[in-house]
């Protein structure tokens, strides 16, 4: 099992940046890809980025691409996601999970609580 828990979140003004980091337990952690996913009230949860186990390979929904990033540092078991040029239409309850690397929710197998991502306009 690979308990995660997020953290970073917060109220951000738009054209601001914030560093959302998703801490994991267990000693499995860099045997899986990591994904980061949003839900915004009344919508369901949509892809964001992943990253490869080994952190080689990145992969980004188009409505992030060029702003966010995301990386791991499979020595402290933790995975990033670095939001610069926040939008409003970013807000959203933002969740880390470990699993296949796709943008299928369903083939991720651990999930974080979340942290609330907040943007104002």
């Known amino acids: 099992q690979v308990p995660l828990v997020e953290s970073g979140g917060g109220l951000v003004q738009a054209g601001g940046s914030l560093r959302l980091s998703c801490a994991a337990s267990?000693?499995?952690?860099?045997?899986?890809?990591m994904g980061w996913f949003r839900q915004a009230p009344g919508k369901e949860r949509e892809f964001v980025a992943s990253?490869?186990?080994?952190?080689?390979?990145?992969y980004y929904a188009d409505s992030v691409k060029g702003r966010f990033t995301i990386s791991r540092d499979n020595a402290k078991n933790t995975v990033y996601l670095q939001m610069n040029s926040l939008k409003p239409e970013d807000t959203a309850v933002y969740y880390c999970?470990?699993?296949?690397?796709?943008?299928?929710?369903?083939?991720?197998?651990?999930w974080g609580q979340g942290t609330q991502v907040t943007v104002s306009s």
């Open positions: 990253i490869s186990w080994s952190g080689e390979s990145t």
């Open positions: 267990g000693r499995t952690f860099s045997s899986y890809a």
């Open positions: 999970a470990s699993g296949s690397g796709s943008s299928v929710p369903r083939e991720y197998y651990y």
